[in-house]
């Protein structure tokens, strides 16, 4: 699937948009980047997480019961799931245990490489996961056999039906999020992810903070979710991170492409 470049520079650059009308060096830079970082989430060769089955047969993926949240009107769903896809879908069980989703924090902090979002609409703190040496990995197996199954279980439709398909799809980019209240970094904005897919993981638990959650506009509903959770949709829907009124919401984001799509 190849995006739209106009919307690709401003989701992936925003500082650069103004280029777009400018015809300078700026846009040929920003243009390469963001269709080298495309073309390096839908090809194996270029891929920072190996989330295929390469070597041996991708298990069969266990049946993951979820709660769907259906476009009000279909003419609010991007074309791509205009066939009955949900807008979101979170899990009604854990993906993930407690004390997974406690280590990935762990590590984490233990990393301390927390960077603010570049967006003008971000309030929050982020890290790559290619950077934490034994997530990545740990990442690159939930993909394979969890995430990966439960988005094409979810969007059927748009990820296809069996092995080759799921095994097509690729992380265009993995982070680990913090909102922290006291830090007044609290928020993530109204936005679009510039993929196909976005599933984020909540990694501690709702008491642990308030607040919080994932805001969809179409929607007009804050969704939380506990520890281990997965919550799902299309990456062109506007979303964003609720406010974190007290304590600390710690999140994984997996931005999800396809090479088949």
């Not at 690729?170 to 976005?198: C, M, N, Q, V």
């Amino acid at each position: 699937m190849r995006l739209p470049l106009r919307w690709l520079i401003v989701v992936a650059a925003p500082e650069l948009y103004e280029a777009l009308s400018s015809g300078s060096a700026a846009l040929a830079r920003a243009t390469d980047l963001v269709l080298q970082k495309h073309d390096a989430a839908t090809s194996r060769q270029n891929q920072a997480f190996r989330t295929w089955h390469a070597d041996a047969p991708a298990a069969e993926p266990r049946e993951v019961a979820t709660t769907n949240y259906a476009f009000p009107s279909p003419t609010d769903a991007p074309l791509l799931f205009r066939d009955g896809a949900p807008c979101a879908a979170v899990t009604k069980q854990p993906l993930f245990s407690a004390d997974e989703c406690a280590w990935i924090v762990e590590e984490a902090e233990r990393a301390g490489r927390w960077t603010p979002q570049e967006f003008r609409y971000a309030r929050d703190v982020v890290q790559q996961v290619e950077d934490l040496a034994e997530v990545r990995p740990w990442l690159e197996e939930a993909c394979r056999d969890q995430i990966f199954p439960l988005l094409q279980a979810t969007f059927p439709e748009v990820v296809g039906e069996g092995a080759a398909a799921r095994d097509a799809l690729r992380i265009f980019d993995a982070k680990i999020l913090r909102y922290d209240a006291a830090l007044k970094e609290s928020y993530l904005g109204p936005h679009r992810d510039g993929t196909l897919l976005t599933a984020v993981t909540a990694l501690n638990p709702l008491d642990a903070y308030a607040g919080g959650g994932t805001s969809f506009e179409a929607l007009d509903e804050t969704i939380r979710y506990d520890a281990g959770h997965v919550c799902c949709h299309a990456g062109e829907i506007r979303h964003g991170g609720a406010r974190v009124t007290s304590g600390r919401r710690y999140a994984l984001v997996c931005f999800v492409d396809s090479a088949d799509v």
